[in-house]
């Protein structure tokens, strides 16, 4: 499925600014910054500089949030997001109900007590995120991210995201696969499933480290029409769609 660029101009600003380029940016500055968020529950906050959101805006990192500050701009981001600026970039710090957690291991260990399965979440998520893909919550499409090529304002997202692993009750039965394809073409995406494999131990999860021993397995799953795939009589059979493929251009 080709790109489906939101307004005339859209694929020319897109190529003019990559997001790479802007990731680098925003490395720099909230690096030079010393920029620090708080953890909560479920997230963490960020206090940043007005021109610093703006970069995180065009990066899609976070959610604005309203803040009575004028001279601040409050930024929301998921663990996910959070852990990617701390661990892969390394451009901020987090503090945890003031006290500042010193390295990586300490952010792990309370963000896997909120929720065990955040390191097969993560590791998907930076994955696809070193490759410059924007993700974003996939809630609404009953998938866990979906994926964009670029800004959401320049692109519709191409891809649903799945995440599956060992004990994953998703996509067990056709019916659940017919499901989801469906719903995923109805909304002009493919359907992405990103099987996370590992032999990581447990007391092993307690680290990041635990990362490398992860493996990510990337699987398109398109719905199979029969009127595009129509056996010609007179010359040798052509497919022209497949029903699961591997992901050629991540």
Known sequence: MAPRWKWKGAEAKALAE????????????????????????????????????ELLDRCCFGRLVLSAEKDKKCIQLSFEEAFYLLYNLKCIKIYLQGRCLENEVDTWMYMKSQRPNFPIFFKPYSHLRSKNWVLRSGLQYGVHFVAYRHHPSLVHSEYSVLVQSGDSNRLRVWSDVHCAVRLSGSVAKTLLTVHVSGNSKKEDLNLPLCLENYRVEEQTICRWSPELNREDETTNPKPNATTVSDLKSL
């Open 18 to 53: 990559p997001i790479s380029n802007s990731v680098s940016e925003l490395q720099l500055s909230l690096a030079k910054t010393e920029t620090s968020g708080s953890l909560s529950s479920c997230n963490v906050l960020l206090a940043v500089e007005p021109e610093q959101a």
